[in-house]
C-alpha cells in the first residue's frame, strides 16, 4: 500500500467572533466598567442636584414637608434654607471610580441630617436622592431611577461592546430593599 501524503490548510476568511469577544470584554474591562460607573454616577449625581427647588420634582424620593412656622420666623423666610441657598445641592459631588465603585456625597455635616430628618429637632427627612426607605435600615432605589439607571448601565454596555450585548430588559417592579445607610455606601 502506497503511503498517501495529505495536506490540510485552514485560511481565516473573517473573524466575526473575536470582534464580538473584544468588545464584551473591552465593555466588562476595568476601562469599561469605569465608564459604565461614571456614567451611571453622574445621572445618579443629576438626580439628587434636580431634586432642590420649590416645584415638585420626578426624581424626589419623598414629598418635602414645609418647615415650621417657628422656624420659617427663626431664619426670617418661608422658603427653606435648603431650598433657598443652593449649598447642600451645590455640595453634592461624585469620587472618581474606584475598584468598582463610585461614591456620590456632600461633605456638609448636616447633609445627613436633611436627608434622613431629626426627631430631637422636629426636621422632617427630604430624601433629595431618588430613594425609598422601609425603616431606617432598608433603602433602595425607587422605581423611576432605577428603570432610568439600569437603561443607561445596558446602553452603555451596548456602546462599549460595539452592539455585542444588547439592550437589558428593565424590570417592570422595583429591586428589593437591601439594609445599609444610603449616607454611609453601607
Sequence with gaps: MEEVELSLRITLLEDTLSKELKGIMKAFGTEGRDKTLSAVGSRFLEMGQSTFGAGRSWWRGNKWEPYSKGYAKYVGSSTPTLLRTG??????????????????????????????????????????????????????????????????????????SRGALSLPNVPTTAGTYSIGNPLRGE
Excluded: C, D, H
Excluded at 426607605?133 to 422605581?143: F, M, P, T, V
Design 87 to 160: 449649598r447642600l445641592r451645590n455640595s453634592l459631588k461624585m469620587s472618581p471610580p474606584r475598584g468598582g465603585t463610585v461614591t456620590i456625597y456632600s461633605n456638609l455635616k448636616y447633609a445627613g441630617e436633611q436627608f434622613i430628618g431629626n426627631k430631637k429637632t422636629g426636621r422632617p427627612g427630604r430624601y433629595y436622592f431618588p430613594v425609598e426607605s422601609k425603616g431606617a435600615a432598608l433603602w433602595r432605589l425607587n422605581y423611576k431611577a432605577e428603570k432610568v439607571l439600569v437603561e443607561l448601565m445596558g446602553r452603555t454596555f451596548m456602546k462599549l
